[in-house]
């Protein structure tokens, strides 16, 4: 197995540091050409010499991504406008969008980082990587697309939908890597299924990068099996450039997040003091090689913990735990706190539960009454009241003992959930 960055890679800890350091005080320099940061530093009196150890992050100022929106289109920026070359606005999942600029040396460093993510994985030249994922403004298209040529892999710019000709391309290029938001990847599974196709035999996959949605280990696993390959989680957001800040190796046991181009802190999102390894905050992350548009301890919203302990691949970036919520997707119900991911851990566990589910929070006599949807396997007969019944009840015992309330469970034919065209919307909030 061949890592693509070898010496950054395999870097030692304390070279890591110096070369955190190093960069960290060159973002500072960059970011405070930006408008937005040129006034915080001159309100702090912060200049790069301030930054005398990596424990003087704390020094410098949070960012938000309301921030990030008040500062749209120009505030951010750090060097002049005829050296920015593209522009990504994020999917806007939880508001208005926000705009991240990059120069050719902004885009040239991420597609390195993307295409170190699958060689690690074990992705190489030889391969026939199809990207089904959206080549608009999301930068799950461009950001795997380049990252993957880079690589030397034969690239099908698939895109997102038309699933027919995504098998028939499958087929006909033998396509052995694919890069699916989860979702997508379980609804594709169905359609091949539904096409009297084995996926096992009749397609030649080796590798899944799944990223740009919160998935569980179950559902990793259920795709693993029935694919007969290996998944990968990829996590990025837009606001640090996207896909490959963090990517499972294949011991997959946590992400590596790239600590020589992110500065990871994990805060408790309420006191924004650190929390120790193992325990759940929220990740704050900061670019370290970025020109057009350095982020500053970036409030991601994400919810995850560093895995405490080294990985041995050998490689000394720290590992974070698969995403467990999102700071904006928790629902309080009866009291209680509940992530999505919960109910997907579950559901999962139930091998008649087959392509998605959905979540609906209704207001009804006076009570919130949480519904979980769930998509059946075809063998489940849903004229069979028996079987239904023993199916529900098993459903609400699972899922009962992992979020401590009792919701009502609804069984739908697979295939009967809208869950939107993109990313899936897993809660629908009508209270
Ligand atoms: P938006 O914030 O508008 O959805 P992005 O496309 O940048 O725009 O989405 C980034 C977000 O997607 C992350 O902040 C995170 O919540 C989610 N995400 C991305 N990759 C993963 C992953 N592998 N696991 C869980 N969540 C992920
Ligand atoms: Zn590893």
Redesign the pocket.
Known sequence: MTAFHPDLEFIDSEDLKKLQLKRLRQTVDQASRAPHYKRLFEKSNITPGSITSLEDLKLLPLTTKADLRAGFPYEFISVPLDELVRVHVSSGTTGTPTAVYHTQSDLDHWTGLVARCLA?AGISKADVFQNMTGYGLFTGGLGLHYGAERLGCLVIPSSTGNTKRQISLMRQFKTSAIHAIPSYALKLLESIRAMGLDPKKDLHLEYMVLGAEPHTDETRLRLEEAYGAKAFNCYGLSELNGPAVAF????Q?GS?LWEDSYLLEVLDPDTLEPVPDGEVGELVLTTLARSAMPIIRYRTRDLAYVLPGD?????RHR?ISRIVGRSDDMFIIKGVNIYPMQVESALMKEPLVRGNYQIHLTHEDGMDVMTVKAEVSPEMDLDNQDACRNLTKSLVHALRSEILITPQVSLVKLGGIDTGPGKAIRMVDER
């Open positions: 690690m499972e190796c294949r011991e046991n590596h990985c041995p691949c050998g490689r590992r």
